[in-house]
T-cell receptor, first 111, second 113 residues
Framework: GIQVEQSPPDLILQEGANSTLRCNFS?????LQWFHQNPWGQLINLFY???GTKQNGRLSATTVATERYSLLYISSSQTTDSGVYFC?????????????FGKGTKLSVIP | DAGVIQSPRHEVTEMGQEVTLRCKPI?????LFWYRQTMMRGLELLIY????????DSGMPEDRFSAKMPNASFSTLKIQPSEPRDSAVYFC???????????FGPGTRLTVL
């Protein structure tokens, strides 16, 4: 199956700082999603981005499918950005709509 | 829309008991996914349905686990009999189209004593 590696595993930021989270995957995909799991456990979908670039407020994401990686940018971080960020990928060409999740990047934003 | 609804939010049971987790997907979504999250294994897909039909159950750990979707607005995940190693947070998610954005419910935290 597809392997997903996220880096860094842990990140501590001062409020207001910017950060880049990376997701590498081992095979071609046609489905890539970024999620934020807040400290209360809720999983929120941030982006559906199998290729290209998207922006939503202070967050943006870029996927370079040919090079098998995706980046999530967080600008002007706030304490509410704390939590775990997951990258999940899938390839329906393999006959399944399964998403494989990475282990996540745990972000702590301190005031 | 209220989003994906799961019940109960917390379940504590004793080993050997039957556990039933419930999920109501977002109206109009044709795919429903059941995931399990543990510290050791992270987030794993257990099974998913398309138009109420189970499509891929390769992630179901063993025969003690079963899932049904009797109609477009309701699904259950049953564990019988439960074991302590089943303790985890179980999430239900739904999407419109298989490759579409997945929306997760709040999860059910299961503790098996």
């Amino acid at each position: 199956g597809i392997q997903v590696e996220q880096s860094p595993p842990d990140l501590i930021l001062q409020e207001g700082a910017n950060s880049t989270l990376r997701c590498n995957f081992s095979d071609s995909v046609n489905n890539l999603q970024w999620f934020h799991q807040n400290p209360w456990g809720q999983l929120i979908n941030l982006f559906y981005i199998p290729s290209g670039t998207k922006q939503n407020g202070r967050l943006s994401a870029t996927t370079v499918a040919t090079e098998r990686y995706s980046l999530l940018y967080i600008s002007s971080s706030q304490t509410t950005d704390s939590g775990v960020y997951f990258c999940a990928v899938g390839d329906s060409g393999a006959g399944s709509y399964q998403l494989t999740f990475g282990k996540g990047t745990k972000l702590s934003v301190i005031p | 829309d209220a989003g994906v609804i799961q019940s109960p939010r917390h379940e504590v049971t004793e080993m050997g008991q039957e556990v039933t987790l419930r999920c109501k997907p977002i109206s109009g979504h044709d795919y429903l996914f059941w995931y399990r999250q543990t510290m050791m294994r992270g987030l794993e897909l257990l099974i998913y349905f398309n138009n109420n039909v189970p499509i891929d159950d390769s992630g179901m750990p063993e025969d003690r686990f079963s899932a049904k979707m009797p109609n477009a607005s309701f699904s259950t995940l049953k564990i019988q009999p439960s074991e302590p190693r089943d303790s985890a947070v179980y999430f239900c998610a739904s999407s419109f189209l298989g490759v579409g954005t997945q929306y997760f419910g709040p999860g059910t935290r299961l503790t098996v004593l």
